[in-house]
């Protein structure tokens, strides 16, 4: 090789690299932002089924709703609190577990649990390259729900 392929390797180098590693970050922040989305998935999963394992023969069905409610908004409580506190301290729990009727009169426990301003306040800083925009796009908000018909 003489001396001017390898400054053509060089500038190869200098030219892809930038790309490589925003590639890499930008990997590493959407595997943290959708394990954050997954660990949040598991809790109200795991609310809503600990919610229906209730002992029915114990209730009157009049007081069956609000011992479902009621458990499956413990559960989620005490899921909550083991997630890391990072995240834990910027969900909104409010309304956490609560019936909803559909048709046919069928009862249904819904249990979300929601990051409101992940944009803004993500787990991971954002690369901000002020006219290009904020690197990677992020969604506004994370989201999760899980429900059950009793």
């Known amino acids: ?22 590639m890499l970050y930008g990997a590493a922040v959407y595997g943290l932002t959708f394990f954050t989305q997954y ?3 598991a809790a109200v999963d795991t609310a809503v089924s600990t919610a ?15 011992a479902v409610t009621q ?10 609190a083991q997630l890391p506190e990072n995240l834990r301290d910027k969900l909104n729990t409010n309304s956490a577990c609560g019936l909803e009727s559909i048709a046919g009169g069928v ?8 990051y409101p ?17 904020d690197f990677p796009p992020l969604p506004a908000s994370l989201r999760v729900e899980a429900r059950a018909a009793f």
């Open 1 to 22: 090789m003489n001396r001017k392929e390898f400054g053509a390797v060089a500038l190869e180098f200098l030219m892809l690299f930038p790309f490589v590693i925003a």
């Open 39 to 41: 660990r949040m998935q």
């Open 52 to 66: 229906l394992y209730v002992d029915r023969s114990d209730i009157q069905a009049s007081s069956l709703e609000v």
């Open 71 to 80: 458990r499956g908004n413990t559960a989620l409580a005490g899921l909550v």
């Open 107 to 114: 009862q249904v426990l819904n249990c979300s649990l929601v």
């Open 117 to 133: 301003n992940y944009e803004t306040n993500p787990i991971v800083p954002v690369l901000s390259f002020g006219v290009l925009g």
